[in-house]
């Protein structure tokens, strides 16, 4: 002791602003809240129908009739927002059940917006999961063609809007898909809804999950010829450029945790509100370690999504949400 009173220099102790909990919680730098949730919900037909996904514990399959419950639920969490994905009755080449006005997602924008009509309704438009060979575009042979399918994802964004979505979605990867969508629903006198826009969506393994939920796996090949290579960052710059300049509101990165630093890039280059998509793989990851005893679920839950809002995400999509609001209250 008497050494230590003997030192020139005081000793710096960033330990006193940790000593407690109370005190923790004082100095904290980054916050969660609920307000920064989307909690995604997958719709399909049918009648009672509240069937778990397989690979996704906890997530289920709803039918219209039960969405009502559904986002009471959400809405007496303070979630203020839905992502919703739809499986259609039927499935064809062109994916003519994204645009058709009585398609699921239709039905379930205007059930939800009937049930709470304060709840944000966000829109995803893309054609995987109407089309029966599951690719995001019109197929030539066996390639997307990218200008043919504008003109349906545009009818997607339009038909949605009209339903009563308040943001549309577009997740397609198609080039000029958001200025395409934006000039639809501008021409339409949907000018006020927002587009929020997966801007740098990579061709990722995270999705497995998602594609069983959805049905929404491609019938051959894949989907890199158009979602973008994970190894690339500038180029996802250049992908939130165009997206922006062609009139996005929100800009997306996905997956979330093994593209942080995209995240990061994004905040630091862009004055628009970026969102996350914590993806199905990142959620059934958990999940499975959670019910093996391996992980503390809670804690990691609370840890991972913090790092995605550390990184620089105003807006964070996650199968967690429902989870996350109740330890937020």
């Known amino acids: ?27 904290r730098e980054t916050r969660l809240s609920v307000d920064q949730l989307v909690y995604p919900i997958f719709v399909k ?73 304060d709840i944000l309704v966000v829109g995803d438009v893309c054609l995987c999961e109407y089309t029966d060979h599951g690719h995001c575009g019109v197929i030539r042979g066996e390639s997307v063609e990218n200008d043919e399918s504008l ?33 639809a629903l501008d021409e339409e006198g949907f000018s006020k809804i927002p587009i929020m826009s997966y801007a740098a969506k990579y061709a990722s393994a995270f999705y497995g ?43 997306m990165v996905k997956p979330a945790l093994a593209y942080l630093d995209v995240i990061q890039a994004a905040r630091e280059s862009f004055e628009l509100p970026i969102a996350a998509y914590n993806v199905s793989g990142e959620y059934s990851m958990v999940k499975a370690a959670a019910r093996n005893g391996w992980i503390d679920e809670e804690r990691i839950v609370r840890e991972m999504v913090t790092g995605i809002v550390r990184a620089g995400a105003d807006i964070v999509i996650t199968y967690f949400a429902k989870d996350l609001a109740r330890k937020l209250k």
């Open 1 to 27: 002791m008497s050494k230590l009173r003997g030192r020139s220099q005081v000793i710096r102790r960033p330990r006193r602003l940790r000593s407690s909990e109370a005190m923790r919680r004082l100095v």
């Open 45 to 117: 037909p049918g009648q009672r129908i509240h069937e778990e996904i397989t690979s996704m514990p906890g997530q289920y399959r709803f039918s219209i009739d039960l969405l009502a419950n559904e986002a009471n639920e959400i809405a007496e969490l303070k979630i203020p927002a839905v992502l919703l994905f739809g499986l259609p009755e039927e499935k064809d080449e062109l994916g003519s059940g994204a645009y058709d006005d009585h398609g699921i997602v239709q039905q379930a924008v205007r059930a939800i917006k009937k049930a709470v009509p």
């Open 151 to 183: 003109e349906m994802l545009a009818r997607t964004a339009v038909s949605q809007a009209a339903a009563g979505a308040d943001v549309i979605a577009p997740s397609a990867m198609m080039d000029g898909q958001v200025a395409a969508i934006r000039e």
């Open 209 to 251: 999950p998602f594609r069983e939920a959805a049905d929404s796996a491609p019938q051959f090949g894949d989907r890199k010829s158009y979602q973008m290579d994970s190894p690339n960052i500038r180029e996802a710059i250049k992908e939130m450029e165009l997206d922006a300049e062609e009139g996005a509101d929100i800009l």
